[in-house]
């Protein structure tokens, strides 16, 4: 099996930093797409920024020219740098990855979750 562990989440003024990393272990033949998404009180989970093996990035609009998304394809890592933030970038951000576990054969992962809080 796969698992995903979050760190980096925590309370931050506005206008600051915080930087999100997301490890992948397990039985891993190869990370494909890798991405964050978050998620508010009240409100739907949102594709935050992704990135592909390649390293093509996506990004919300939200958050373009604030945030980064970086990986390691060495270490299965996704990290999200996160500058200016603002209040309105508080939620629970959970990383996403599909995985190759096996010859032809993918699956789609979450990780357990961590907070960001904005103070403005």
């Known amino acids: 099996q796969v698992q995903l562990v979050e760190s980096g989440g925590g309370l931050v003024q506005a206008g600051g930093s915080l930087r999100l990393s997301c490890a992948a272990s397990g039985t891993i033949f190869s990370s494909n797409t890798m991405g964050w998404y978050r998620q508010a009180p009240g409100v739907q989970r949102e594709l935050v920024a992704a990135?592909?093996?390649?390293?093509?990035?996506n990004y919300a609009d939200s958050v373009k020219d604030r945030f980064t998304i970086s990986r390691d394809n060495a270490k299965n890592t996704v990290y999200l740098q996160m500058n200016n933030l603002k209040p309105e970038d508080t939620a629970v951000y959970y990383c996403n990855a599909r995985i190759t576990i096996a010859p032809m054969t993918a699956r789609n992962y979450w990780g357990q979750g961590t907070e960001v809080t904005v103070s403005s």
């Open positions: 990135i592909a093996s390649s390293g093509f990035t």
